[in-house]
């Protein structure tokens, strides 16, 4: 199982930025899928959820409303579109699958939210 996430960088208040998940060694479109991200001194926190399918997602109140989950499963893929970003949403981000009872990490990708 394999995980890489992409597309975080640096983005002023107010900004959008969208994240990727590649997933590889498992058969994704059979799997939920999740979104963590963890701050600086701060624990690991979950986002977001997308189910197997994309029929059914779910967020933490501090980002809904402001990021989508969705997926697609034929690229093996999954995103974070993340829009009105503040500065408290400066994190690594993780992508998540919890695959035969083993939770399995991507390496994280930074966002940083500055003017």
């Known amino acids: 199982v394999q995980l890489v996430e992409s597309g975080g960088g640096l983005v002023q208040p107010g900004g959008s930025l969208t994240l990727s998940c590649a997933a590889s060694?498992?058969?994704?479109?059979?799997?939920?899928m999740h979104w963590y991200r963890q701050s600086p001194g701060k624990e690991r926190e979950w986002g977001a959820t997308?189910?197997?399918?994309?029929?059914?997602?779910s967020y933490a109140d501090s980002v809904k409303g402001r990021f989508t989950i969705s997926r697609d499963n034929a690229k093996y893929t999954m995103y974070l579109q993340m829009s009105s970003l503040k500065s408290e949403d400066t994190a690594v981000y993780y992508c998540?699958?919890?695959?035969?009872?083993?939770?399995?990490w991507g390496q994280g990708t930074q966002v940083t939210v500055s003017s």
């Open positions: 998540m699958v919890d695959y035969v009872l083993r939770n399995y």
């Open positions: 060694g498992f058969t994704f479109s059979t799997y939920t």
């Open positions: 997308i189910t197997s399918t994309g029929s059914s997602t």
